[in-house]
């Protein structure tokens, strides 16, 4: 069975010289969905603009990351709304809030994620969220909505286990990424995936970052891409004491569930 990547940054810049090579190595490694990730209102077109030539290979996310949240207008907002309503769009987002790196003030960072998860509530779609430093906040807004919204994924969890139990008492997935692969800065993750019940977890590489660093030999660019998902797989598995096989077969089923694939 091939897995699903829920997260794959297919618009970045580094793809655009060779991203028909990338998506061949990804067959090639047993990746046979990609779930191309929308971040920006150009991001966003894009990734549906993939997805609608991909022939059912390739889905799509809209939304606005909140690095780009300064950016948000009325017009944004309705370019979102309509790439929502698409059918090769599964999800809204990414969106939420990061008050990390702040590169949008935060007070604009919570008004444009709540204008995001009406246009989920709206148009019945799930929601592809992301958090960092920011989970009081980023969690009271998301309970306003929670009842309102089919589905929800935490993508590239990080966070602490009080965050996880926080999100499962919701009923949100969970995206693992490459950072269960990082010895410095991964390894609570290693026991927290014990906690994820299988219909919740999901894989995705977040590619061309995170790459896991378990990958061997390293590519000299360090760009991530959807062909090193089985080694986030492989971890997880091992983590979770469960055979590569069933793990796959699980977030399979989950990500069709909940992307309606």
């Not at 995170?210 to 080694?231: C, F, G, I, Q, S």
């Amino acid at each position: 069975m091939d897995l699903i990547d829920i997260g794959a940054n297919l618009t970045h810049e580094s793809f655009r010289q060779d991203l028909d090579d990338v998506l061949a190595r990804a067959t090639a490694h047993g990746v046979g969905r990609m779930v191309v990730t929308g971040a920006s209102r150009e991001g966003s077109e894009h990734a549906f603009e993939l997805a609608r030539g991909s022939k059912g290979r390739l889905y799509a996310t809209a939304g606005v990351h909140p690095h780009h949240a300064v950016d948000y207008d009325d017009a944004t907002d309705a370019v979102i709304r309509q790439l929502a309503r698409e059918p090769e769009v599964r999800a809204v987002g990414e969106t939420g809030l990061d008050y990390n790196r702040n590169y949008s003030p935060r007070d604009i960072q919570r008004v444009v994620f709540e204008r995001q998860l009406e246009i989920a509530a709206d148009v019945g779609k799930p929601l592809f969220l992301h958090q960092r430093d920011a989970h009081h906040d980023f969690l009271a807004i998301l309970k306003r909505y929670r009842d309102r919204v089919p589905a929800v994924v935490v993508h590239c969890f990080t966070d602490t286990e009080e965050a996880l139990r926080d999100y499962l008492d919701l009923d949100c997935h969970i995206g693992i990424t490459g950072w269960i692969c990082d010895e410095r800065r991964g390894v609570h993750l290693r026991e927290l995936v014990r906690l994820i019940p299988a219909n919740r977890l999901m894989l995705e590489t977040d590619a061309p970052y995170l790459l896991p660093r378990t990958v061997r030999p390293m590519p000299k660019d360090r760009r991530n891409e959807p062909m090193y998902l089985a080694h986030i797989r492989d971890e997880v598995a091992r983590d979770r004491g469960e055979s590569k096989e069933a793990l796959t077969e699980a977030s399979v089923r989950t990500t069709e569930a909940f992307f309606g694939l």
